[in-house]
Every structure is written in structure tokens, then in C-alpha cells.
């Protein structure tokens, strides 16, 4: 987990992320596009996400493509949000079989 | 490069997404807990997958009689290494008119642990997220049970337990 924190500890790391968010599965070109970044900067970026689990990488033909692995911080979540999120998400259900049942009237 | 280049396209068509996790575990263990219908459903929101597990067999998960969740066939089925199904969503309208898509399940022993990498691919551009949304549960569901034995339960893990 420590590697976790220490790749989202960077803003340009958290933006490679948020680039992966709008479109999974980038080439390092397509990304450094976006990034006033010399090639070998986002590499190394990519490689940080990458030790953390946070970027996963396939090859298709000559290009490597990275997609974000959004499980170590789904871990990260159940860790420390998952009880606190549990009273509301079954207020949730409640409140949605109420309204379920008044439509059913 | 034009940016439609630059993204992932698979077999022709579609997107994908790929989720990684490592668990301490046996590649054995593993492949058990994937395809053991009981130990499937303690980490899939309670929903217990039916299959014989041979090269072109089909396979269901449903809790019956309550909702059916998704089916398809396995097309590869290598233990305790590589299993390959086709998957299609049945668990609302929406998400049926999204077709058929392919779910990967790959398992790399590294060291003590294991890599699990399940790849969901042949997903249409633009696929309705519910399809491939409830992986990250799922997979520190089955994290959970392997390690210790016990079931996740953070909100919406069980969902269908006991329905």
C-alpha cells in the first residue's frame, strides 16, 4: 500500500490517471501528447504507476498500451470508507423499496 | 498517429478494460475459488456461477428464481492457468442490449502470491459501465475470502446473499 500513496503523491501522476479514466488502454505517445513532458518523464511516471498496481500494460503489435487498475484503491477504500459508507447505502435501499412500494399503490 | 489509433481496439471491435490484483495464494486455490460455484457467490454480490468447466461448456450466474446475472461459454479452460469465457450481461434490459463481450482470467504465480489479471475486452465503444464496474468488488471479494477466509462485506458485496 505504501507504493500506492507514493504514486498518487504526484500531480502529474494523478493526471495520467485521470487521462486513463476518460480513455482506458493509451499508448505512451497518445499519452505524452497531452503532458508538457519530455518522453522519458512520462515513462518514468508510467513506471511508478505501474510498480503500484495502479497501471496495467498489454501489448497489441508493436505498441504497449496502459489502462488503469482501479483495484488498489478499491482496497484503499474498503480499508477505511467501506463502514462508514454502509449506513448510507442501506438508507439508500430502504428509501428505494419505500418508493418502489408507493409506486406499486 | 490520429487518436483513434492510439486507443485499444480488439479483435476488430470494441474496447477494454484490464483489472489486476495480487493475492497470496496457490494458482490451485485460485482457479478453485473461481470456478467452485459456493465459493464463487461469497465473493460476487452472492451470485453463484453453474458450469462444468470443459473447453465449450456453458456457463450461468443467477440466483434462481430471483435474477439472472450473466451467462456464456468457456472457450478456453486451462487450469490452474488461463480461463477465457464469452460473457453476456442479463441482469437488466440495458445491459442485455450490450451483446456479447470476452472475459480473460489469467493467474501468474509470482513469488509466494499470485497475479490475477481478468481482461474484459470485445466491449462496444462507449460500453454501458455497469458491464465491467463490478470487478474491483469482486476481485478484493475473492482477495478477501483466499487470505482470510472470510467474506467482504462493504455495502452491495453481498447483494443477493441469501435472496
Excluded at chain 1, 495520467?16 to 479514466?21: G, S
Excluded at chain 2, 434462481?64 to 468457456?74: E, L, Q, S, Y
Excluded at chain 2, 489479471?117 to 483466499?146: C, F
Amino acid at each position: 500500500m505504501d507504493e500506492v500513496f507514493k504514486a498518487l503523491a504526484d500531480p502529474t501522476r494523478r493526471e495520467l490517471l485521470d487521462r486513463l479514466f476518460e480513455r482506458d488502454g493509451q499508448s505512451l505517445s497518445a499519452l505524452e501528447e497531452r503532458l508538457p513532458m519530455s518522453r522519458f518523464g512520462v515513462m518514468k511516471h508510467l513506471r511508478v504507476l505501474e510498480e503500484a498496481g495502479l497501471v496495467t500494460t498489454q501489448k497489441r503489435g508493436r505498441e504497449k498500451l496502459h489502462f488503469l487498475n482501479p483495484v488498489p484503491i478499491r482496497l484503499v477504500y474498503e480499508r477505511w470508507v467501506g463502514k462508514y459508507a454502509e449506513p448510507w447505502a442501506s438508507a439508500l435501499s430502504e428509501l428505494k423499496k419505500d418508493i418502489e412500494k408507493e409506486e406499486e399503490r | 498517429m490520429n487518436d483513434e489509433q492510439a486507443y485499444a481496439v480488439i479483435g476488430g471491435r470494441g474496447s477494454m478494460t484490464v483489472f489486476e490484483i495480487y493475492i497470496k495464494t496457490t494458482p490451485e486455490r485460485l482457479w478453485e475459488a473461481i470456478t467452485s460455484e459456493e465459493m464463487r457467490a461469497r465473493y460476487s454480490f452472492g451470485v453463484a456461477t453453474v458450469s462444468e468447466w470443459t473447453p465449450g461448456s456453458e456457463y450461468k450466474a443467477s440466483v434462481p428464481g430471483v435474477i439472472d446475472i450473466a451467462g456464456g461459454k468457456n472457450i478456453e479452460v486451462d487450469p490452474p492457468r488461463r480461463l477465457v469465457q464469452s460473457f453476456t450481461a442479463l441482469w437488466s434490459e440495458d445491459v442485455q442490449k450490450e451483446g456479447t463481450s470476452r472475459v480473460t482470467w489469467e493467474i501468474e504465480p509470482v513469488g509466494t502470491s499470485c497475479r490475477l489479471r481478468v481482461t474484459h475486452d470485445q466491449l462496444g465503444e462507449d460500453a454501458n459501465n455497469e458491464l465491467y464496474g463490478g470487478w474491483p468488488m469482486i476481485l478484493s471479494g475473492l482477495k478477501t475470502l483466499l487470505e482470510t477466509g472470510e467474506d467482504l462485506d462493504t455495502p452491495g458485496s453481498l447483494r443477493y446473499a441469501g435472496a
